[in-house]
């Protein structure tokens, strides 16, 4: 049972007559009273809303109970040893079953978060945390209860088995606007910068809408040193609205960076300052450049997916447009695959397909995911075959990438809502190469690790 649904236990029992309301423990209908205003008791959403903070507090009873299910019947460690030594199991598959197991029965922790300024940590929520290739150091975007986003860094280093405590710094600037996309880029060397998008300004005299800008800031912005020492920002400039952004790692198309806008790509080389820029017919929400070719993938509000070659001029018309795949909703996050034959895709329809860019079929589905509106990020380890997505309903979930099993739900540990929805990374080296496996999670202000058995 998705512990998602509100309405499946109700329409198990008894029949949903308008109007009216079952509730199983009473065993009798109730009237549903008129009106969607926070002093009525019983309109549908506030039921509805009740049903899920119980499936939620059951789930996390369970889950301290330590009462977690085997996803695959049968499945467990001495089981998995033995057909592994008769010869049954390949060493693939014997990898990716007791990453199963271990993503089975990880348990949470709550983080110790310390700062050198000790005002800061626990102040403000996170919002989205993104990490570095090497997952030593985590970039952080906080809601500042005054409005806006404040920017921090957290270093993974002192993340071990004992010890659960992490530092976060922050730096003397903060944005009035939204931030839409993070990503690390390579300016000087890997991940020393990090590149973000901000939407237009929030006016509340409710005037025309200001453009929006994009920001790349250098990483030793945030730093232990004296603050006077800092390098200021080191790029910044106006755009239109940008929903997404993606850095260049391929060498024919070094020191570039995209930008998708509202209508058009926007392909910028951060040096030279020379721009190209490609009409569409949607809003660009989602973006990724492969590494082994100069091409950046995109996907649209109108449920397109579309690659470029950067090496050809921007053209009038949409000629350039080279693979194109589409799916029936506003296309919210996509994932490249290591060989790149692969791109796992994302809408706004909850659905999450993995695409074979050869044959531009899909082959794999995997049904779970909740999303109805918002931009949700898709987190891909090929290393221990895992997928994992947030959904909007604040439940995270994993899957196995061979054949889309449902591995794992897990609850937030805060009531769901709009502004709850956890962001979360997963690794098998938090810290560094000797780091621990596991997954953070960041809701509201606090950090959590989800840690293997």
Same mark, same amino acid.
């Given at each position: 049972?998705?512990?998602? #649904?509100?309405?499946?236990?109700?329409?198990?029992?008894?029949?949903?007559?308008?109007?009216?309301?079952?509730?199983?423990?009473?065993?009798?209908?109730?009237?549903? %009273?008129?009106? @969607?205003?926070?002093?009525?008791?019983?309109?549908?959403? #506030?039921? $509805?809303?009740?049903?899920?903070?119980?499936?939620?507090?059951?789930? %996390?009873?369970?889950?301290?109970?330590?009462?977690?299910?085997?996803?695959?019947?049968?499945? !467990?460690?001495?089981?998995? %040893?033995?057909?592994?030594?008769?010869?049954?199991?390949?060493?693939?598959?014997?990898?990716? &079953?007791?990453?199963?197991?271990?993503?089975?029965?990880?348990?949470?922790?709550?983080?110790?978060?310390?700062?050198?300024?000790? #005002?800061?940590?626990? *102040? !403000?929520?996170?919002?989205?945390?993104?990490?570095?290739?090497?997952?030593?150091?985590?970039?952080?975007?906080?809601?500042?209860?005054?409005?806006?986003?404040?920017?921090?860094?957290?270093?993974?280093?002192?993340?071990?088995?004992?010890?659960?405590?992490?530092?976060?710094?922050?730096?003397?600037?903060?944005?009035?606007?939204?931030?839409?996309?993070?990503? +690390?880029?390579?300016?000087?060397?890997?991940?020393?910068?990090?590149? %973000?998008?901000?939407?237009?300004?929030?006016?509340?005299?409710? /005037?025309?809408?200001?453009?929006?800008?994009?920001?790349?800031?250098?990483?030793? &912005?945030?730093?232990?040193?004296?603050?006077?020492?800092?390098?200021?920002?080191?790029?910044?400039?106006?755009?239109?609205?940008? +929903?997404?952004?993606?850095?260049?790692?391929?060498?024919?198309?070094?020191?570039?960076?995209?930008?998708?806008?509202?209508?058009?790509?926007?392909?910028?080389?951060?040096?030279?300052?020379?721009?190209?820029?490609?009409? *569409?017919?949607?809003?660009?929400?989602?973006?990724?450049?492969?590494?082994?070719?100069?091409?950046?993938?995109?996907?649209?509000?109108?449920?397109? /997916?579309?690659? /470029?070659?950067?090496?050809?001029?921007?053209?009038?018309?949409?000629?350039?447009?080279?693979?194109?795949?589409?799916?029936?909703?506003?296309?919210?996050?996509?994932?490249?695959?290591?060989?790149? @034959?692969?791109?796992?895709?994302?809408?706004?329809?909850?659905?999450?397909?993995?695409?074979?860019?050869?044959?531009?079929?899909?082959?794999?589905?995997?049904?779970?995911?909740?999303?109805?509106?918002?931009?949700?990020? &898709?987190?891909?380890?090929?290393?221990?075959?895992?997928?994992?997505?947030?959904? $909007?309903?604040?439940?995270?979930?994993?899957?196995?990438?061979?054949?889309?099993?449902?591995?794992?739900? /897990?609850?937030?540990?805060?009531?769901?809502?709009?502004?709850?929805?956890?962001?979360?990374?997963?690794?098998?080296?938090?810290?560094?190469?000797?780091?621990?496996?596991?997954? &953070?999670?960041?809701?509201?202000?606090?950090?959590?690790?989800?840690?293997?058995?």
């Amino acid at each position: 049972e998705d512990p998602s #649904s509100s309405s499946s236990t109700q329409s198990s029992v008894a029949p949903e007559l308008p109007g009216f309301y079952y509730d199983p423990e009473k065993n009798r209908y109730f009237r549903l %009273l008129p009106g @969607h205003n926070n002093h009525n008791p019983l309109t549908k959403d #506030s039921i $509805q809303h009740k049903a899920r903070e119980c499936k939620r507090l059951r789930l %996390l009873e369970e889950e301290e109970k330590q009462n977690q299910k085997t996803t695959r019947a049968g499945l !467990n460690s001495s089981v998995l %040893l033995q057909k592994r030594q008769l010869g049954l199991l390949s060493s693939t598959s014997y990898c990716r &079953l007791v990453h199963e197991l271990k993503v089975n029965s990880m348990q949470r922790r709550k983080i110790e978060i310390h700062s050198p300024d000790s #005002s800061v940590a626990g *102040t !403000n929520n996170f919002k989205i945390i993104v990490a570095d290739v090497a997952c030593e150091r985590i970039f952080t975007v906080n809601d500042v209860e005054h409005g806006g986003c404040k920017y921090g860094i957290i270093n993974l280093s002192g993340l071990g088995k004992e010890s659960l405590t992490v530092e976060m710094y922050d730096n003397l600037y903060f944005t009035n606007r939204k931030v839409n996309s993070v990503c +690390w880029a390579s300016l000087t060397h890997p991940d020393s910068h990090f590149f %973000l998008t901000h939407s237009s300004k929030l006016c509340l005299m409710g /005037i025309a809408e200001t453009p929006g800008c994009a920001s790349l800031l250098p990483a030793s &912005l945030f730093s232990s040193t004296n603050p006077g020492d800092r390098p200021g920002m080191l790029c910044s400039f106006k755009i239109s609205t940008a +929903w997404s952004c993606a850095w260049c790692l391929n060498p024919q198309a070094d020191n570039c960076f995209s930008t998708g806008l509202t209508r058009r790509v926007l392909v910028t080389n951060v040096v030279t300052g020379h721009r190209q820029t490609f009409g *569409t017919s949607s809003d660009v929400l989602a973006q990724q450049f492969a590494t082994q070719t100069p091409v950046l993938y995109n996907g649209c509000r109108s449920g397109e /997916i579309f690659s /470029i070659d950067v090496r050809q001029r921007s053209r009038k018309g949409q000629s350039w447009k080279a693979t194109r795949l589409f799916h029936g909703s506003a296309v919210t996050s996509i994932h490249l695959m290591e060989a790149e @034959h692969y791109l796992m895709a994302a809408d706004m329809a909850g659905k999450i397909k993995l695409w074979d860019l050869r044959t531009t079929k899909c082959v794999k589905q995997y049904k779970g995911h909740h999303n109805e509106y918002a931009l949700l990020p &898709l987190h891909v380890n090929e290393e221990e075959g895992l997928l994992i997505a947030v959904g $909007q309903d604040c439940y995270t979930r994993i899957w196995s990438l061979q054949d889309a099993h449902l591995l794992r739900t /897990i609850p937030s540990p805060h009531p769901s809502s709009k502004d709850a929805i956890p962001s979360v990374v997963f690794s098998s080296r938090l810290g560094g190469n000797r780091g621990v496996p596991g997954l &953070l999670m960041a809701v509201k202000q606090d950090l959590y690790h989800f840690s293997y058995n």
